[in-house]
T-cell receptor, first 118, second 114 residues
């Protein structure tokens, strides 16, 4: 079946501009995650959705970053007034929600969106 | 707070030899541990996970990992390396409970030579 898809695959923008990054999770996955991966680093957690609501947004670096998932499927990560330090690969992942320790489900990752802020 | 350490930036091994990629973790509660592999220009691919039970877990492509609670380690292993195993490997931890986020290590590049 289809995996997690992300669009665009690459985005180049100028400092100060607004960008939107889209994620299509695996069908039926209620949990959705955004991570950011800088060069030479592991992915860093940004935000987690369970259904339509953000259950944990503790990883968002500041109020320029915002994400939505209005219908519990597709999610959009929005970055306002982009800065050069925002340049990174933005990864989206989805998973089935596990309610017990016996059902801790792995996260499936998309290919990422490479954001370059000039 | 959770954390993961991958002490080796790169591991070099000859094809056919066993490989080990090291990972240690820190959590305040029970850990859920994962290994992912990343090929160039591709997303992270899940290899295996430890949740509970048997300390030796087997995963995709012949990889396995051993959970050692006393040493807080979760090393990735394979008995016989292939050139095609060359990639970037990430260890990740999630703490038992309501927090769903994964905390990743910085990654270890595995280079398997013919």
């Amino acid at each position: 079946g289809a995996g997690v898809s992300q669009t665009p695959s690459n985005k180049v923008t100028e400092k100060g501009k607004y960008v939107e990054l889209r994620c299509d999770p695996i069908s039926g996955h209620t949990a959705l995650y955004w991570y950011r991966q800088s060069l030479g680093q592991g992915p860093e957690f940004l935000i987690y959705f369970q259904g339509t609501g953000a259950a944990d947004d503790s990883g968002l670096p500041n109020d320029r970053f915002f994400a939505v998932r209005p219908e519990g499927s597709v999610s959009t990560l929005k970055i306002q007034r982009t800065e050069r330090g925002d340049s990174a690969v933005y990864l989206c992942a989805s998973s089935l929600k596990g309610m017990t320790s016996a059902k801790v489900n792995e996260q499936f990752f998309g290919p990422g969106t490479r954001l370059t802020v000039l | 707070a959770q954390s993961v350490a991958q002490p080796e930036d790169q591991v070099n091994v000859a094809e056919g030899n066993p490989l080990t990629v090291k990972c240690t973790y820190s959590v305040s509660g029970n850990p859920y541990l994962f290994w992912y592999v990343q090929y160039p220009n591709r997303g992270l691919q899940f290899l295996l996970k430890y949740i509970t039970g048997d300390n030796l877990v087997k995963g995709s492509y012949g990889f396995e990992a051993e959970f050692n609670k006393s040493q807080t380690s979760f090393h990735l292993k394979k008995p016989s390396a292939l050139v095609s195993d060359s990639a970037l490997y990430f260890c990740a931890v999630r703490e038992e409970g309501r927090f769903q986020k994964l905390v990743f290590g910085t990654g270890t590049r595995l280079l398997v030579s013919p």
